[in-house]
T-cell receptor, first 114, second 112 residues
Framework: NAGVTQTPKFQVLKTGQSMTLQCAQD?????MYWYRQDPGMGLRLIYYSASEGTTDKGEVPNGYNVSRLNKREFSLRLESAAPSQTSVYFCASSSDGFSGNTIYFGEGSWLTVV | SQQGEEDPQALSIQEGENATMNCSYKTSINNLQWYRQNSGRGLVHLIL?????REKHSGRLRVTLDTSKKSSSLLITASRAADTASYFCATAKTGSARQLTFGSGTQLTVLP
């Protein structure tokens, strides 16, 4: 019962460094998402992918890039990390968008940029 | 900007009492969902209510939706210490169903 698996769990980066957060789901879902969660602000959508081969910007896409590698995997890349990107990042998936389907979340990746 | 806003921000009750959390939103929605997050963990889906529904039950959970007031409430009956968590409402806007917008959450503490 793996569900949504994301790595790494914790990461400390220096300003300007790059890194990729990996996410994989084993539920054969079409849609995948990346959110960030900051204290007192709830979750904000960074990017999403409605199906393999497609990606779209969410509410806060600046400073990030994504790749939907295949149906299972959806990665988030920070090309040049900034302290403002210190946050908890959640990957999620659903069978077909938000129109009535449950979204399943990973356990989160804690990223600190110093 | 936050589409959904929960109220109160924090709630502390005794085990066995009922807990009520409210959510207000700004635009027309396709559906509204409630999620739970234990400290240091991911979010877990609790219940979804569609815009044409007024009330929904799931175990000890009762959700209401008033589209005229653009508000929803989550009631947890007979609370347990294990219900201690943050609770978030999330809305799927009409016409933008792929963009689920979360509120900032209610931190519920159930004291044993």
């Amino acid at each position: 019962n793996a569900g949504v698996t994301q790595t790494p769990k914790f990461q400390v980066l220096k300003t300007g460094q790059s890194m990729t957060l990996q996410c994989a789901q084993d539920m054969n879902h079409n849609s995948m998402y990346w959110y960030r969660q900051d204290p007192g602000m709830g979750l904000r959508l960074i990017y999403y992918s409605a199906s393999e081969g497609t990606t779209d910007k969410g509410e806060v896409p600046n400073g990030y890039n994504v790749s939907r590698l295949n149906k299972r995997e959806f990665s988030l890349r920070l090309e040049s990390a900034a302290p403002s990107q210190t946050s908890v990042y959640f990957c999620a998936s659903s069978s077909d968008g938000f129109s009535g389907n449950t979204i399943y979340f990973g356990e989160g990746s804690w990223l600190t940029v110093v | 900007s936050q589409q959904g806003e929960e109220d109160p921000q924090a709630l502390s009750i005794q085990e066995g009492e009922n807990a009520t959390m409210n959510c207000s939103y700004k635009t027309s929605i396709n559906n509204l969902q409630w999620y739970r997050q234990n400290s240091g963990r991911g979010l877990v889906h609790l219940i979804l209510i569609r815009s044409n529904e007024r009330e929904k039950h799931s175990g000890r959970l009762r959700v209401t939706l008033d589209t005229s007031k653009k508000s929803s409430s989550l009631l947890i009956t007979a609370s347990r210490a294990a219900d201690t968590a943050s609770y978030f409402c999330a809305t799927a806007k009409t016409g933008s169903a792929r963009q689920l917008t979360f509120g900032s959450g209610t931190q519920l503490t159930v004291l044993p």
